[in-house]
């Protein structure tokens, strides 16, 4: 059931926020050093396309040393046609309501996708982007870790050729990423290229599973909230926009849980900024 405005509390912005909590400045600095690394590496890949150069001399063979990564790509929202939304957005920013604000505009996005050419990222205001610094240590960021040491160690390798120096018994085809047995024979050989397209179906498949997970776990949590209190349990919540006007659903942000969830509301049509006081009716993680 929903009820009417209670409590306050600020974030430094102004913006209002009862569990808001300081922001780290560590925190900051290693967000800005990781986006900072997946730029720095998709600029350093194209400069080392346009500037170097492998040697053609046939008595000291080369290895073919490329790069290729895979750039994360997000092309500009068209707002000309859709002036009328755009309005919307740019309304709910002026009245200050920026929870629902920050949801209208989710809508303009377009998806992310993965090339081995690079292109811009309007969501980070990049030219380029390459994800390889997660702390999570992704799939991807361990094959864009491979690709790179690849890569050096076929430069190295190079020079070394280049020089007539005995390459060491301990450098194996897995360390470059190709047969080596071939440049001993004084052969062309191949890369083997990584398959990034094979990280992220893995990383897509397991989405479900990860959401699942993590809405079973919240679920859980305010199942035990109810179990073990002798009140009622409510959560402070922001209407963030209108979902179906015929139903009066809408998406609700509860601030407690960092949860959007979709609320039918029980007293006609409900404004985008207000906020309500939620009672758990409910709850079955299942």
């Known amino acids: 059931a929903g009820g ?3 409590g306050s509390a600020y974030c430094e912005d102004g913006d209002y926020d009862p569990y808001c909590s300081p922001v780290s400045s560590s925190q900051l600095i290693v967000t800005e050093m990781m986006i900072l690394a997946g730029e720095a590496i998709g600029k350093w890949q194209q400069n080392l396309e346009q500037g170097e150069v492998v040697s053609s001399d046939e008595e000291y063979p080369q290895l073919p040393n490329v790069l290729e990564l895979p750039f994360r790509r997000q092309p500009s929202p068209d707002f000309k046609s859709r002036e009328t939304e755009k309005r919307q957005m740019d309304f709910l920013l002026q009245m200050n309501n920026r929870y629902p604000h920050a949801w209208y505009a989710r809508r303009f996005f377009n998806k992310v996708t993965v090339s ?3 292109g811009p990222h309007f969501g980070m205001g990049l030219d380029c982007y390459v994800q390889w610094t997660s702390p999570i240590r992704r799939l991807t960021d361990l094959q864009v870790h491979s690709a ?3 890569y050096l160690r076929r430069r190295r390798v190079n020079l070394m050729l280049q020089k007539g120096m ?3 018994s301990q450098i194996s085809s897995m360390d470059l990423g190709c047969d080596i047995s071939k440049i001993e024979q004084k ?3 191949n890369i ?3 398959d990034y397209t094979s990280g992220l179906g893995m990383i897509f498949a397991g989405r479900p599973i990860q959401s699942s997970s993590g809405n079973y776990w919240l679920f859980e949590y305010i199942r035990q909230r109810v179990d073990g209190s002798d009140e009622e349990v409510m959560f402070e919540s922001i209407v963030l926009g209108c979902v179906n006007r ?3 659903q809408y998406a609700i942000y509860v601030y407690e849980l960092g949860l959007e969830h979709r609320y039918l509301s029980e007293t006609g049509k409900l404004d985008e900024g207000k906020k309500l006081w ?4 409910s709850v079955n993680p299942r």
């Open 116 to 118: 081995e050419k690079p």
């Open 246 to 248: 015929d139903r009066f």
């Open 278 to 281: 939620l009672k758990v009716a």
């Open 187 to 189: 052969t062309t050989t």
């Open 148 to 150: 790179l040491k690849r």
């Open 4 to 6: 009417e405005e209670k």
């Open 192 to 194: 083997d290229p990584i």
């Open 166 to 168: 005995e390459i060491p």
